[in-house]
Nanobody
Framework: QVQLVESGGGLVQAGGSLRVSCAASGRTFSSYTMAWFRQAPGKEREFVAAMSRSSSRTYYADSAKGRFTISRSTTQNTLYLQMNSLKPEDTAVYHC??????????????????WGQGTQVTVSS
C-alpha cells in the first residue's frame, strides 16, 4: 500500500511561483513511476508531469514545458513540482500519483494505482 499526501498549494499572483510537494509512504519509493495531475472545476483530470522509476526520464505536458519542473528526493520520499510563471489557467487541484505496475502510458490517469487527496493551487489574474 502506498499513501500520498500533497502540500504546498495556495494562492499566488499570475507570474509568480509555487512548489507543491507529495510525501509518500510505503515500500521502495524510488521503484515507482510518479506523476502530477491537475483537475479544474468542470474539467477532466489532466496530466502535468511524470518521472520514471529510475528518475532518468521526465515527461511534461505541453502546457507545463518550460515553466514546470518535476523532481524527486529519494532520501525524503518526496515528489516535487516547481511551478514558475504561473497563469490563471493553472488554477486547479493538483494530485500526485504512483504507478506500481509496468504500464506504457505516463499520460493517462488510468495507468496509476495510488492517488493523493490533492492540494489547491489558485492563480489570480
Amino acid at each position: 500500500q502506498v499513501q500520498l499526501v500533497e502540500s504546498g498549494g495556495g494562492l499566488v499572483q499570475a507570474g509568480g511561483s509555487l512548489r507543491v510537494s507529495c510525501a509518500a509512504s510505503g515500500r521502495t519509493f524510488s521503484s515507482y513511476t510518479m506523476a502530477w495531475f491537475r483537475q479544474a472545476p468542470g474539467k477532466e483530470r489532466e496530466f502535468v508531469a511524470a518521472m520514471s522509476r529510475s528518475s532518468s526520464r521526465t515527461y511534461y505536458a505541453d502546457s507545463a514545458k518550460g515553466r514546470f519542473t518535476i523532481s524527486r528526493s529519494t532520501t525524503q520520499n518526496t515528489l516535487y513540482l516547481q511551478m514558475n510563471s504561473l497563469k490563471p489557467e493553472d488554477t486547479a487541484v493538483y494530485h500526485c500519483a504512483v504507478m506500481v505496475g509496468n504500464r506504457a502510458s505516463y499520460y493517462q490517469p488510468a495507468a496509476y494505482d495510488y492517488w493523493g487527496q490533492g492540494t489547491q493551487v489558485t492563480v489570480s489574474s
